[in-house]
């Protein structure tokens, strides 16, 4: 069976999408720095995929490695080879993703997102690995007065992180050969199969509870900042402008179940394993929009938790609506979103609590 390099595996996204890759029978190969991560996630991946301890040793290999040195990376294609376990493709994760942190640190941001991405295509290539699905933002589009929003439509970051994201793909269409940029799906004259993955805001968490959102230190992401207020360790939430042009002054997005997007990761690299070579450019959304609000108050009422918050400046590089036109991945994937904001509250609060229960 294949051999998949995770990059970032022990991320949010990345973690979640282990399981399926594992429970579709595939190998993996974890590969992180652990900068926002955490070992102990692996050993959830493996809880959740229920495997045994031969299988863990035979399906699961660990890199603790940084994407911005390159001898690193070439030392890790280089010893699986030698032990007979050639990588087929490369799903890849490992980024630094937030919007606020981007604006005070631009360097870093362009630094591992932009150069570590390139030493990675650059190793694949030496090891004539060409298959690869790229992790990318809804934040390379930037503001925008149409929604939904479609991949057509015009590139314009508003923040160094969705600079360094919008870059990047362009990167993959140069060496893919691609000019083209207004359609989805793009032959490929350089044998590339490519995919590049828009999506919006992840939210929710594994439904056993024992897989979730793991990050070290502040979170930067709404949700698990809403569980915190909730458990205690946050006194307050803080919401960042109540004056957008949206139905009740706070942002609206488009919110997706971790889960929904780790099986969108998962039938993309069935689709170019299958596929000619290829660069495919993909929104994974809902479709539907939800304001800060409602999403707390949804979370209230799945929880039976108040969520004390306050109002606060807009920050920069924050958009008012952000909601994805996701038609295109019902075309060329069959998928669409299965879970709603409920399923996505209950799933992330029940991670939340497992975490306190077994001291995570």
Known sequence: MYWILVTGATGYIGSHTCILL??????????????????????????????????????????????????????MFSSMIKSRKKINAVIHFAGLKSVADSVEQPYKYWETNVLGGINLIQTMESYNCKTFVFSSSATVYGPTSKIPIKESDLIKPCSPYGSTKASFENFLADISGCTETLKCSIPSNKEWRIARLRYFNPVGAHSSGNLGELPKGKPNNLFPLIAEVCSGEREILEIFGNDWPTKDGTGVRDYIHVMDLAEAHLLTLSK?????????????????????????????????????????????????????????????????????????????????????????
């Open 272 to 360: 170019l394993f299958i596929s000619d070579p290829q660069i495919l450019t993909l929104n994974l959304g809902t479709g539907i929009g939800t304001s800060v609000l409602e999403l707390i108050k949804t979370f209230e009422l799945e929880t039976g938790r108040k969520v004390p918050y306050k109002i606060s400046e807009r920050r920069r590089g924050d958009l008012s609506i952000s909601i994805a036109d996701p038609i295109n991945a019902l075309k060329y994937l069959n998928w669409k979103a299965k879970f709603g904001i409920k399923e996505m509250c209950r799933d992330g609060w029940r991670w939340k609590q497992s975490q306190a229960q077994n001291n995570i």
């Open 22 to 75: 594992l429970k579709s029978g595939y190998n993996i190969v974890i590969l992180d720095n652990f900068s926002n991560s955490s070992p102990k996630v692996i050993d959830n991946i493996i809880k959740v995929s229920n495997l045994n301890s031969k299988e863990i040793s035979r399906r699961i290999k660990v890199f603790e490695i940084d994407i911005c040195n390159h001898n690193s990376l070439d030392n």
